[in-house]
C-alpha cells in the first residue's frame, strides 16, 4: 500500500506572518504530502493566504468568521467526510491563550485506504518550563488530554486515528506516557528527544514539543516512520530570507495494512 503522508506544523502566530505563510503555502504546493494539519494560523485571512498558495489542496477545515478557533487548520488531497472543533476547558492560571479558544479538531478524512480520524490539536503552554507533575500546569495538560481521550473512544476501534500538533509536552514526559497508554496510541518519534522548537540564545535546548501518535484500527496495523522538515530558513516572496516558524515541521509517513 501506498505511504499516506502527512505533516503538522505550528506556523507561529507572530512576525512577518503573511509573508512566512505564502511561503510555507508555496513549500506545501511543490509538496507531495496528503494531510497538512497546522496551528497558531489565527485568522481566516491566513487560511485563505495558505489555500490559494497551494490550491491542490482542495479540501480543508477550519471554524470561525475572523478569528479561527484554536487557530487550527487542516488541508487535505483527499474528502473530508465529517470534521468538528471541540474546545478544552478553561481551568488553571487566566492567560492570553483563552483569546485563542485552544481546542481540538477532529476530521474524518477518506483516504484510498479507507477513514482515517485526524485530531490536529495544540495544547496549552507551559509557561514555567516545568513538566514535573506538581507543576500548576501539569493539571491543565491532564485536563485536556483526557478530552482528546474521550474523543478517540468516541471514533470507536474500527477506524485508525492519527493525534498530531503542538502538544506543549516533552517527548519524555510521564504526562504524554501516561496519555499514550490510556488511549492505544503509539508515538511514531518514540524515543527521539531531538527539540521541535527551534533553539535560540534564550532557549538553547527547548524540548520535543510537536509530535505525531498514532492508533491503528482493530484488526489492522498502522507503520511507518517521522521525520523534522522545515529547519532551515526559506527565501520570501521579497527575496529575504527567514524561518517559516519558531517550531519545525513534523512529517510522518503512515502505512495500513491488514
Given at each position: 500500500m501506498k505511504a499516506l503522508r502527512l505533516l503538522t506544523m505550528n506556523?507561529?502566530?507572530t512576525g512577518d506572518v503573511p509573508a512566512r505563510l505564502r511561503a510555507l503555502g508555496a513549500a506545501l504546493a511543490e509538496s507531495d504530502y496528503d494531510i497538512v494539519c497546522l496551528q497558531e494560523v489565527m485568522y481566516r485571512r491566513n487560511a485563505r493566504l495558505i489555500r490559494r498558495a497551494a490550491p491542490a489542496y482542495r479540501h480543508f477545515a477550519c471554524s470561525g468568521t475572523?478569528?479561527?478557533?484554536?487557530?487550527?487548520?487542516?488541508?487535505?488531497?483527499?474528502?473530508?467526510?465529517?470534521?468538528r472543533f471541540v474546545r478544552y476547558p478553561m481551568t488553571g492560571p487566566v492567560r492570553g491563550e483563552f483569546i485563542m479558544r485552544k481546542g481540538a479538531q477532529v476530521a474524518s478524512v477518506a483516504t484510498p485506504d479507507g477513514e482515517l480520524v485526524v485530531v490536529n490539536t495544540h495544547l496549552s503552554a507551559n509557561r514555567d518550563d516545568d513538566w514535573s507533575p506538581t507543576n500548576r500546569y501539569t493539571?491543565?495538560?491532564?485536563?485536556e488530554l483526557a478530552l482528546v481521550a474521550e474523543l478517540i473512544e468516541d471514533v470507536g476501534?474500527?477506524?485508525?486515528?492519527?493525534?498530531?500538533?503542538?502538544?506543549?509536552?516533552?517527548?519524555?514526559s510521564a504526562v504524554l506516557a501516561a496519555f499514550v497508554a490510556a488511549t492505544g496510541l503509539r508515538d511514531v518519534l518514540a524515543?527521539?528527544?531531538r527539540p521541535t522548537y527551534r533553539p535560540t540564545p534564550r532557549w538553547p535546548s527547548p524540548p520535543a514539543l510537536d509530535h505525531v501518535l498514532v492508533?491503528?484500527?482493530a484488526g489492522e496495523t498502522l507503520t511507518g516512520g517521522a521525520d523534522f522538515v522545515f529547519q532551515d530558513e526559506v527565501t520570501l516572496g521579497d527575496g529575504r530570507r527567514a524561518h517559516l516558524s519558531d517550531h519545525y515541521g513534523v512529517q510522518a509517513q503512515l502505512i495500513r495494512s491488514k
Amino acid at each position: 500500500m501506498k505511504a499516506l503522508r502527512l505533516l503538522t506544523m505550528n506556523t507561529l502566530f507572530t512576525g512577518d506572518v503573511p509573508a512566512r505563510l505564502r511561503a510555507l503555502g508555496a513549500a506545501l504546493a511543490e509538496s507531495d504530502y496528503d494531510i497538512v494539519c497546522l496551528q497558531e494560523v489565527m485568522y481566516r485571512r491566513n487560511a485563505r493566504l495558505i489555500r490559494r498558495a497551494a490550491p491542490a489542496y482542495r479540501h480543508f477545515a477550519c471554524s470561525g468568521t475572523v478569528l479561527l478557533k484554536g487557530g487550527l487548520v487542516l488541508l487535505s488531497r483527499w474528502p473530508i467526510i465529517r470534521w468538528r472543533f471541540v474546545r478544552y476547558p478553561m481551568t488553571g492560571p487566566v492567560r492570553g491563550e483563552f483569546i485563542m479558544r485552544k481546542g481540538a479538531q477532529v476530521a474524518s478524512v477518506a483516504t484510498p485506504d479507507g477513514e482515517l480520524v485526524v485530531v490536529n490539536t495544540h495544547l496549552s503552554a507551559n509557561r514555567d518550563d516545568d513538566w514535573s507533575p506538581t507543576n500548576r500546569y501539569t493539571a491543565i495538560a491532564e485536563a485536556e488530554l483526557a478530552l482528546v481521550a474521550e474523543l478517540i473512544e468516541d471514533v470507536g476501534p474500527s477506524v485508525p486515528v492519527a493525534v498530531v500538533g503542538d502538544l506543549n509536552i516533552p517527548r519524555d514526559s510521564a504526562v504524554l506516557a501516561a496519555f499514550v497508554a490510556a488511549t492505544g496510541l503509539r508515538d511514531v518519534l518514540a524515543g527521539d528527544t531531538r527539540p521541535t522548537y527551534r533553539p535560540t540564545p534564550r532557549w538553547p535546548s527547548p524540548p520535543a514539543l510537536d509530535h505525531v501518535l498514532v492508533r491503528a484500527a482493530a484488526g489492522e496495523t498502522l507503520t511507518g516512520g517521522a521525520d523534522f522538515v522545515f529547519q532551515d530558513e526559506v527565501t520570501l516572496g521579497d527575496g529575504r530570507r527567514a524561518h517559516l516558524s519558531d517550531h519545525y515541521g513534523v512529517q510522518a509517513q503512515l502505512i495500513r495494512s491488514k
